[in-house]
């Protein structure tokens, strides 16, 4: 069977990538300080002998695209990753805190340690980028060298971000959002400890789909203006812990057959605006005067 460009390129260019290691391998520059990783994956052969099986599983996913995968990368590079992690007071996360997200994100790519350069390196690498294609049938796939939204996600005790869809444009490149992906670094993380991603009806209405935030758990989606997602469900871990996951997100120049894409920001679930309504409804009621409520219903019974 003859192959296609696409099919080419990507035979060619996955399996040295996933054989590459992040360490530095040039003789004699091993020094107490650089950590060596044997390499960014625990097992290449699980993503290059099944690219027509996790293109089935993906494809077919309800109630939309995605994968789940667990111990994908290395234990030891991910351990890396999260030591690297900023403190919770520093001031180089950018803080969100509303009714609907508390949550904090790297400010800068510039902010990444060692380990986490050397995983965002291999996330954006050409022969990365071909697989997720080859998989998700999403072509011409770019990264985010500056990580607009990406690289650290830090819940906090306490904090959830309300189910959603995401953000379809790139905040300064113009570039359209297509794929998320989810690197969860919980060590021994309980289901009692919240924080779990749930994937929603495409009308955002019924939570379907459940992922437990555990170490080495990765998930990748599609982002779509109809694809509902979020971590409703508040943390509630012990005091001094927090849910954490890496984030990058890939992108398209357009969308295929659509010119001119109108930018959003995140969009909350309907149910979510219903909730909120009845809230206000019931806090206009409790601030009435009874005497003024008494007289509407005299009203509406006249009527």
Known sequence: MNMTGRDKYTTELVDPVYEATVR?????????????????????????????????????????????????????????????????????????????????????????????????????????????????????????????????????????????????????????????????????????????????SKDGTRQEVVIEPIFNRTAIFEISDENYHGVPSVVRCPRGRSRNCFVAYYHTVELPGIKGVMPHTSIYAPILYGQRRSRIRQLAKDLTPPIIVRAVRKLRQVR
């Open 24 to 200: 530095d391998q040039r003789a004699g520059t091993a020094s107490a300080t650089h950590m060596e990783i044997d390499g960014v994956l625990n097992d290449a052969s699980r993503l290059t002998a099944s690219i027509e099986s996790l293109r089935s599983h993906y494809q077919s996913a309800k109630p939309f695209p995605h994968l789940v995968f667990d111990n994908l990368f290395s234990n030891d590079l991910l351990e890396c990753v999260a030591n690297e992690m900023l403190p919770p007071g520093e001031a180089r996360w950018v803080r969100h805190d509303d009714d609907h997200l508390r949550q904090f994100n790297l400010r800068s790519a510039l902010d990444l340690g060692r380990a986490g350069s050397q995983l965002v390196a291999f996330l954006h690498s050409a022969g990365f980028l071909y697989f997720l294609s080859k998989v998700t049938g999403i072509w011409e796939l770019l990264p985010d060298p500056y990580l607009q939204g990406a690289g650290y996600h830090r819940i906090p005790r306490g904090g959830k971000f309300d189910v959603h869809v995401d953000r379809n444009i790139a905040y300064s490149t113009g570039l359209v959002r297509r794929l998320s992906l989810l690197i969860y670094l919980n060590k021994d993380w309980k289901h009692e400890y919240g924080g779990q991603l749930e994937l929603w």
